[in-house]
């Protein structure tokens, strides 16, 4: 059991294997939250660890001396207006305009296994659940507090269910989904910023008074900021040291949130951002906020990032390819962009012969109306017509072109957007997400379909499945590439318009969940601009997301080490692209470009037509490698073991469960003279031997796993960009 609770002292311990969380319930039935760490006994008596000295803090009813004021309480799950003056993470209008909400413990339940939150993404497959009910007293309105919790990966899954249990409409205005009160701010806070070409780079800066802050307002959980977020003790490095983690299982609009109060207090809070949000709540209605994930490792970012890599590999959705091993693919869109047509791209198809790979996706440009197609980024979004212009007689001699090859065909689609130049729009321009009357704003020249809108999300479900019935398509590589402005629907009422994001994200999801229902073989591929939804709620559909548009090797160095923190590698896309990089310009060795992308879920952005015969080699054995190391690359421990955002290099390892296998990395970025790493392993068995081989399977020597831990190993690159691939085996000692 993993929810153990005292009666005696009301006292609640939710345990994993290494970790703890602890709280119980005052005398004037407030929830206090009194630790989350390394894991204590369960029988134990922990109400001392939380002290009160209250100054200038509300005084409550039945509250003498202020001990419980919820000002100076670690709470659980804090309301607005009842004294609490540090960030609420809920909070209500009722029809009167009273804003106050004062929630109380009312009862508990255990349930055995996990429940994912109702028609959002969650985690499944855990051992147990603690549901806490608190209640307004003066409303009798109710809130519902799950904690879903996965004992091996030392993950708690937290999400709330608000219940209208009032007789008249209730307005959400702030539902967050997971508040963690720490006593210290002895802490940094790591989160993950960027843009478009440049996703998800790493940024740690100590806590201070006050609040920090990261977020999105964007519709999408965007390029800039990654909708999780990091508390590491100062001294906390990838092998050694505290860390609290936490993640939302959300694709939209989100706030990740540290406050540190006068006293040196932590609060730490994510979920849906408030701004832009309110949710008109009936009498009998219920709201249910997305999941957050939660762990805390007293061992390092690799431990910490360890926990979230199993959880999301192993009980983060049930699509059927999740627990496959992942095809191999190559995409046409840099080696033709919009300009294609059938010959050509069926003469790329057949330059694939020989070189392995398992799947052709054709990109961008293939489909339109009868008045114009796809040539540009102009036009034919919403016409989810094969465009006879370019390709006469459909996909069916392209499918079984790839087949004579022994290949599958996969397709780009960008369903949620709608061309201006587009039969759809032309019939449907309401069908947009705009107002009537107002300039708007165009993001690659194109608009948002208004998927809340019951009449849109038929089409396009309706378009999307006869499309993918009528042609065998294994894969489907699923892009989004604006995000939303002029947020306005034309079929909600005045009150339900700021219901608009978080009504778009649940369509957004409904129409995946149908999708995959519906050809359980499909694997899609999830992608906004690149890295620009990459998040938990993305990857329950989505079981790999492309990390980048930014395909060049030395760039997404960082883009997959900060990405790591959070994801497992076999999350993120990532192909060799030719060289020069169409991004950068640069020019990397092929191997380099291949060791990076072989770090992830594997493939090619580029025209195997203009290869010499060397490069076609080249891949044939890249192939055969990924093949062989499959189960390594993506079930393995990965481990980070320089950062490429503190020295000219970066190295990573790969450790198979069993320890008898594992892969190193070294990727060098630009050469220093007389340069030469010695970097330590982890993951090893420490008292057995392995030997070491290069890519081209040449021995280089036999070593201890203590000696490669403790003092080493040792890597002396001679230029610019060059990659040294290491494979590991157990041997006798």
């Known amino acids: 059991m993993a929810v153990f609770y005292n009666e005696g002292i009301k006292q609640f311990v939710l345990s994993t294997e290494k970790t703890s969380y602890i709280f119980y319930v005052s005398k004037t039935g407030y929830i206090v939250n009194l630790h989350y760490g390394k894991k204590l006994s369960e029988k134990g008596d922990y109400r001392h660890l939380w002290y009160s000295d209250p100054v200038f803090a509300p005084q409550h009813e039945g509250d003498v001396n202020s001990k419980y004021s919820l000002n100076e309480m670690p709470s659980e799950y804090p309301a607005y207006g009842s004294g609490d003056y540090h960030e609420a993470a809920f909070g209500v209008e009722f029809s009167d305009g009273c804003r106050l909400v004062d929630t109380v413990y009312e009862s508990y339940e255990i349930l055995k296994g996990t429940i994912e939150p109702e028609n959002l993404p969650g985690l499944s497959g855990g051992d147990n659940t603690l549901v806490l009910t608190l209640v307004d007293k003066t409303t009798n309105l109710k809130i519902k507090l799950y904690y879903c919790i996965f004992e091996k990966e030392d993950i708690i899954a937290r999400y709330t269910i608000v219940e209208n249990t009032t007789n008249e409409p209730v307005i959400i205005t702030r539902a967050l989904s997971l508040n963690l009160d720490l006593p210290t701010s002895q802490y940094d806070m790591i989160s993950f910023y960027g843009y478009h070409l440049e996703e998800c780079q790493l940024e740690r800066v100590r806590l201070h008074h006050g609040v920090q802050s990261t977020g999105s307002r964007r519709g999408a959980s965007g390029h800039s900021h990654n909708p999780a977020m990091i508390l590491a003790s100062p001294e906390t490095d990838e092998r050694q040291g505290e860390a609290y983690g936490m993640a939302l299982c959300y694709s939209g609009n989100f706030i990740a949130r540290a406050e540190v109060d006068g006293y040196g207090r932590t609060r730490a809070q994510i979920g849906i951002h408030p701004d832009d949000f309110k949710w008109t709540l009936s009498p009998g209605e219920s709201f249910t906020t997305p999941e957050a994930v939660m762990t805390y490792t007293d061992k390092g970012l690799n431990a910490l990032s360890h926990n979230f890599h199993n959880v999301i590999r192993n009980k983060l959705g049930h699509t059927k390819r999740r627990d496959m091993h992942r095809p191999i693919v190559v995409n046409n869109w840099e080696a033709t962009y919009f300009d294609f047509n ?286 062989e190391n499959a189960d390594l690359l993506e079930k393995g421990d990965f481990y980070r073991l320089e950062s490429p955002f503190d020295k000219p290099y970066s190295a990573w390892m790969f450790v198979s469960e069993d320890l008898k296998k594992a892969r190193v990395t070294f990727v060098q970025q630009l050469y220093r003279p007389r340069l030469r790493a010695v970097v330590k392993l982890q993951g090893l068995d420490e008292k057995a031997r392995y030997e070491v081989t290069n890519e081209a399977g040449e021995k280089i020597g036999t070593f201890g796993g203590d000696e490669l831990m403790f003092a080493g190993m040792s890597f002396e690159p001679k230029s610019d960009f060059e990659a040294i691939v290491y494979n590991l085996k157990k041997v006798r000692r």
Not at 568 to 581: E, G, Y
Request: proline content about 6%.
């Open 342 to 627: 059938e010959e050509k791209i069926l003469e790329i198809i057949r330059s694939c012969n020989g070189l392995g790979i398992d799947t052709f996706v054709l990109d961008d440009g293939w489909f339109g109306s009868e008045k114009e197609c796809r040539n540009n980024d102009d036009t034919s979004l919403g016409d989810w017509l094969v465009a006879e212009q370019k390709l006469p007689r459909g996909l069916t001699p392209l499918i079984e072109e790839c087949e004579k090859q022994g290949m599958q065909f996969g397709l780009w689609l960008e369903p949620e957007m709608i061309s201006e130049t587009s039969e759809l729009y032309r019939n449907h321009p309401d069908w947009a997400i705009k107002k009537a009357g107002r300039p708007f704003c165009r993001g690659r020249n194109q608009l948002i379909l208004d998927i809340t809108r019951e009449d849109v999300y038929n089409y396009l479900e309706e378009r999307l499945i006869s499309l993918l019935s009528e042609n065998r398509i294994s894969y489907i590589k699923w892009d989004m590439n604006r995000n939303m402005s002029d947020a306005y629907s034309s079929s909600l009422p005045p009150e339900k318009q700021p219901e608009i994001f978080h009504r778009y994200i649940l369509q957004f999801y409904r129409l995946l969940r149908s999708i995959t229902e519906k050809f359980p073989d499909l694997i899609i591929e999830g992608c906004a601009g690149g890295g620009g939804r990459f998040d938990m709620g993305n990857l329950y559909f989505c079981p790999q997301i492309w990390t980048s548009d930014d395909s060049e090797a030395i760039e997404r160095l960082r883009i997959q080490y900060g990405t790591s923190m959070i994801y497992p590698p076999l999350s993120m896309t990532a192909h060799i692209s030719a060289c020069p990089n169409h991004q950068t310009n640069r020019t990397t060795p092929f191997e380099t470009r291949a060791a990076v992308a072989m770090s992830a879920s594997f493939g090619y952005e580029l025209n195997p037509l203009n290869l010499p015969e060397n490069d076609r080699e080249k891949i044939a054995s890249q192939v055969k490698s990924y093949r």
